[in-house]
T-cell receptor
Framework: AQSVSQHNHHVILSEAASLELGCNYSYGGTVNLFWYVQYPGQHLQLLLKYFSGDPLVKGIKGFEAEFIKSKFSFNLRKPSVQWSDTAEYFCAVNARTGANNLFFGTGTRLTVIP | NAGVTQTPKFRILKIGQSMTLQCAQDMNHNYMYWYRQDPGMGLKLIYYSVGAGITDKGEVPNGYNVSRSTTEDFPLRLELAAPSQTSVYFC???????????????FGPGTRLTVL
């Protein structure tokens, strides 16, 4: 079975600090990788996705993520966070088979202090 | 487009009651999903559907039922509510063509359910 691990449960940063959120998955086959964001009181929105090609993908709002196949990792980064980035971030994996459903990590809550 | 809509937004049930969570999408997506999100946990798949008339179980299907009579609607039924079903429920949809290329899932706003 697939699983997704997010190492940080709660991260607190000051504005303009750099962000890196870890995500590791366990699955031996080909995967699609996603980062979703859930702002307070809102539903999940896609930040970025990786299907194939360049392992460094750029998403919305200045976020990017790097897929490192050898490490089974897909870490999310942002050079300079803003107060409006306060949200919960979920890493998700899809194994390109069957239901095409997503396996989610437990999420990382990011709090950005003005 | 409204995207994925869910009703109700909030609901409190007593143990043993039943209810249906509604989900609709207007994007002509063939795949639809129901997830639950418990505090401190990621989303877990309850049921999914690959098209009208076709449904299948996910990771945590016990205590739930679904149907998919149309492309647009995918209701989730709780027959005998239990406190363990207290959670936030998200419906999602996606489009996957016959080639099997997977596309992103779009999520609804969620239904917060409390069973007392």
């Amino acid at each position: 079975a697939q699983s997704v691990s997010q190492h940080n449960h709660h991260v607190i940063l000051s504005e303009a600090a750099s962000l890196e959120l870890g995500c590791n998955y366990s699955y031996g086959g080909t995967v699609n990788l996603f980062w979703y964001v859930q702002y307070p009181g809102q539903h999940l929105q896609l930040l970025l996705k990786y299907f194939s090609g360049d392992p460094l993908v750029k998403g919305i709002k200045g976020f990017e993520a790097e897929f490192i196949k050898s490490k089974f990792s897909f870490n999310l980064r942002k050079p300079s966070v803003q107060w409006s980035d306060t949200a919960e971030y979920f890493c998700a994996v899809n194994a390109r088979t069957g239901a095409n459903n997503l396996f989610f990590g437990t999420g990382t809550r990011l709090t950005v202090i003005p | 487009n409204a995207g994925v809509t869910q009703t109700p937004k909030f609901r409190i049930l007593k143990i043993g009651q039943s209810m249906t969570l509604q989900c609709a999408q207007d994007m002509n997506h063939n795949y639809m999903y129901w997830y639950r999100q418990d505090p401190g946990m990621g989303l877990k798949l309850i049921y999914y559907s690959v098209g009208a008339g076709i449904t299948d179980k996910g990771e945590v299907p016990n205590g739930y039922n679904v149907s998919r009579s149309t492309t647009e609607d995918f209701p989730l039924r709780l027959e005998l509510a239990a406190p363990s079903q207290t959670s936030v429920y998200f419906c999602a949809s996606s489009y996957s063509p016959p080639s099997g290329i997977y596309n992103e899932q779009f999520f609804g706003p969620g239904t917060r359910l409390t069973v007392l």
